[in-house]
């Protein structure tokens, strides 16, 4: 499976942008989809993840601000940011699981398929 990551590119803070990411095989084969990220000198951080069923998860620190979906017919994730913050800087990759067990939290999946990161810049 290839993921290919777009829409990343620079903002004020307070405004949106949305990154998206096309599957190269249908997104009904794959349990989760998520979006991680990786600010400069930080370790890569997962930050929204939603199952086959449509189950979203999100890290604090976009809880409230940021959405994710998927479009398993256009093969596609989509993250919508709001409310943009300086922090929010940084590469941000998707990824996704083939599988993944409803016992498990959506924030314990493998994610063993990444996309080519796609940057986003907010300036304060």
């Known amino acids: 499976v290839q993921l290919q990551a777009s829409g990343g590119g620079s903002v004020q803070a307070g405004g949106s942008l949305t990154v998206s990411c096309v599957a190269s095989?249908?997104?009904?084969?794959?349990?989760?989809m998520a979006w991680h990220r990786q600010a400069p000198g930080k370790e890569r951080e997962l930050i929204a993840a939603?199952?086959?069923?449509?189950?979203?998860k999100y890290a604090d620190s976009v809880k409230g601000r940021f959405i994710i979906s998927r479009d398993n017919d256009k093969k596609m994730v989509i993250l919508q940011m709001n409310n943009l913050k300086h922090e929010d800087t940084a590469v941000y990759y998707c990824?996704?699981?083939?599988?993944?067990?409803?016992?498990?939290?959506?924030?314990?999946?493998?994610?063993?398929?990444w996309g080519q990161g796609t940057q986003v810049t907010v300036s304060s």
């Open positions: 990824a996704a699981a083939s599988t993944h067990s409803a016992y498990v939290p959506l924030f314990r999946a493998h994610f063993e398929y």
């Open positions: 095989e249908g997104l009904s084969d794959l349990a989760v």
């Open positions: 939603v199952s086959r069923a449509g189950v979203t």
